[in-house]
C-alpha cells in the first residue's frame, strides 16, 4: 500500500526563512539552556572525578553513588522530580529573571550532565602517566596544585573531544524541558502544530536543530586542531619557531645530541 506524505512548503519557507519573534525566543532558549547546562555539568563532573580519585573513602562513595543515579535513571524522570518535588522559585540572576520550570530544567540537565561528565574527566585523567604527578610532587608541588597546572592541562586534550560530543547532544537534549513548560525550540513547533495541525512545524525545527549541531561540528572540529597543533608544537608562528630553532639554549641541546 503506497503511503503519501504530503509536505507544506509554505510552513517550512516561514519557519525557516521568516521566523517570528516567539521562534527567535525560543531558539535563544535553546542555546542558552545548552551552554549554561553544560557548563554546569563540567564543574560538576570535574567536582565528582576529583571526589572520586580522593583519599577520603566518603567522597569515594559519594562520587560513585552520584553516577549510579543519575545515569542510572531517565532524565525524563529526573525533569519531572526536579520540578513537581522540588519546585524551586523564580531566580534573579544579572538581571536576567529564571522561572520555576528553567530553573527546574537547567537543575536536571546540569546534574545530569555531571555524572556523564565525571567518567569522560575521570577518563581523560586516568590517561596520563602517574609519572607526570610524581613528578610535580618531587618540585614541591601540592596534590591540587599539580594537578590544576601539571594533570588537567594534558587531560584537557582527552577530554575536549566527547566533551564536544555531549554538548551536541544536550542540544538536543533540551527539547526534554518542554514537558515541564519551558518555552524553547520544539515548544515552539508544538505550539504550531496544536493550533494548525500541520506536522511540518517539526520538520521545520528538525532543520534548526540540524543548523545547530552542524554549526557546532565545524566549531568542535577547530578546538580539536587547535589542541593537536598545540601538542605537535605547530602553534607557534614561522617568526617565533624560526627564533626558537637559533635560540642558543636549543642550538646548545640539538649539539649535545
Not at 47 to 56: Q, Y
Not at 82 to 103: C, D, K, Q, R, W
Not at 179 to 197: K, N, P
Not at 212 to 234: H, K, N
Amino acid at each position: 500500500m503506497d503511503v503519501l506524505v504530503s509536505v507544506d512548503w509554505h510552513v517550512i519557507w516561514l519557519r525557516i526563512f521568516h521566523p517570528d519573534h516567539a521562534f527567535a525566543r525560543a531558539l535563544w532558549a535553546t542555546i542558552a539552556l545548552s551552554v549554561v547546562a553544560q557548563t554546569l555539568g563540567v564543574l560538576l563532573g570535574l567536582l565528582a572525578a576529583l571526589a572520586r580519585m580522593s583519599r577520603f573513602p566518603p567522597l569515594r562513595v559519594l562520587s560513585g553513588v552520584y553516577v549510579w543515579i543519575f545515569r542510572g535513571t531517565p532524565l525524563l524522570v529526573q525533569i519531572f522530580y526536579f520540578y513537581f518535588a522540588l519546585n524551586p522559585p523564580t531566580v534573579h540572576v544579572l538581571g536576567l529573571t529564571l522561572s520555576s520550570e528553567i530553573s527546574a530544567g537547567l537543575l536536571a540537565l546540569s546534574i545530569n550532565e555531571g555524572a556523564y561528565m565525571r567518567e569522560i574527566i575521570r577518563a581523560g585523567i586516568d590517561s596520563i602517566d602517574k609519572g607526570q604527578m610524581e613528578a610535580a610532587k618531587s618540585l614541591g608541588m601540592r596534590h591540587w596544585l599539580a594537578m590544576r597546572r601539571i594533570v588537567l592541562p594534558q587531560a584537557a586534550r582527552v577530554i575536549v573531544p566527547p566533551l564536544g560530543n555531549e554538548f551536541n547532544n544536550m542540544m538536543k537534549t533540551t527539547s526534554l524541558v518542554y514537558t515541564i513548560g519551558v518555552y524553547e525550540l520544539f515548544a515552539d513547533a508544538e505550539q504550531g502544530y496544536s493550533q494548525t495541525f500541520v506536522s511540518d512545524y517539526f520538520l521545520a525545527v528538525a532543520f534548526w536543530y540540524l543548523v545547530l549541531t552542524t554549526a557546532w561540528t565545524f566549531v568542535q572540529a577547530w578546538i580539536e586542531r587547535r589542541l593537536a597543533a598545540s601538542e605537535r608544537g605547530e602553534e607557534l608562528g614561522f617568526r617565533e619557531r624560526l627564533l626558537a630553532a637559533w635560540n642558543p639554549v636549543t642550538a646548545w641541546a640539538r649539539g649535545a645530541r
